[in-house]
């Protein structure tokens, strides 16, 4: 696809549950990102692969949240036992080769999800 | 650490008005990155500019121009002659980008309204 991709992009899960959620890059981007965006506020950091290895997951809250991007491409976001307060939008991005080195992050329309 | 002050929540304009939006940030780095984002209902995050810190050179973009000053740490975002489609949520960000790490710090965003 020409840009990047999210799915789902509506989640609606239960309290306790476990979910997954994917995000397709634009082809051969090899860095990637995942943020979430509360109600009201800027999007907040979570993870930053470059190619497979997470180079930089300082963004992640605790350890019910892992991402994983086993080929380069594909990633999924894995939250276990969600919380309410778990809800947001989750957004991806992907860009050439990082933002330090002169290319720009290109965002998806975001996964938003809401636990109960 | 890294921070970024939107102060201005909410801006209310009418249609032809200019408008500046602005952006105060902290870093410790000497070397670190700038940038606007827009985020329009539809909620993907559009990129608007990068600048990086080594470059205080003011920028135009069609209706759209950028002062970065280093001696009071501001990066505003001025938009001429402002239309109706130019009302969203604009965000500025900041990267220091050091040590792997690519991770954008978000303000918490001003919500631009243009009325016709």
Redesign the interface.
């Given at each position: 696809g020409a840009g990047v991709s999210q799915t789902p992009s509506n989640k609606v899960t239960e309290k306790g549950k476990y979910v997954e959620l994917r995000c397709d890059p634009i082809s051969g981007h090899t860095?990637l990102?995942w943020?979430r965006q509360s109600l009201?506020?800027?999007?907040?950091?979570l993870i930053?692969f470059?190619g497979t290895g997470a180079?930089?997951d300082?963004?992640l809250p605790n350890d019910r949240f892992f991402a994983v991007r086993p080929e380069g491409s594909v990633s999924t976001l894995k939250i276990q036992r969600t919380e309410r307060g778990d809800s947001a939008?989750y957004?991806c991005?992907s860009s050439l080769r990082?933002?330090?080195m002169?290319t720009?992050?290109?965002?998806?329309?975001?996964t938003r999800l809401t636990v109960v | 650490a890294q921070k970024v002050t939107q102060a201005q929540t909410e801006i209310s304009v009418v249609e032809k008005e200019d408008v500046t939006l602005d952006c105060v940030y902290e870093t410790r780095d000497t070397t670190y990155y700038l940038f606007w984002y827009k985020q329009p209902p539809s909620g993907e995050l559009v990129f608007l500019i990068r600048r990086n810190s080594f470059d205080e050179q003011n920028e135009i973009s069609g209706r759209y121009s950028w002062n970065f000053q280093k001696s009071t740490s501001s990066f505003n975002f001025t938009i001429t002659a402002s239309q109706v489609v130019d009302s969203a949520v604009y965000f500025c960000a900041l990267s220091e980008a050091k040590g792997g790490s690519e991770k954008l710090v978000f303000g918490k965003g001003t919500k631009l309204t243009v009325n016709p």
């Open positions: 860095a990102y943020y009201g506020q800027g999007p907040e950091f930053y470059q180079a930089d300082s963004g939008v957004l991005a990082g933002t330090a002169n720009e992050a290109f965002f998806g329309q975001g | -």
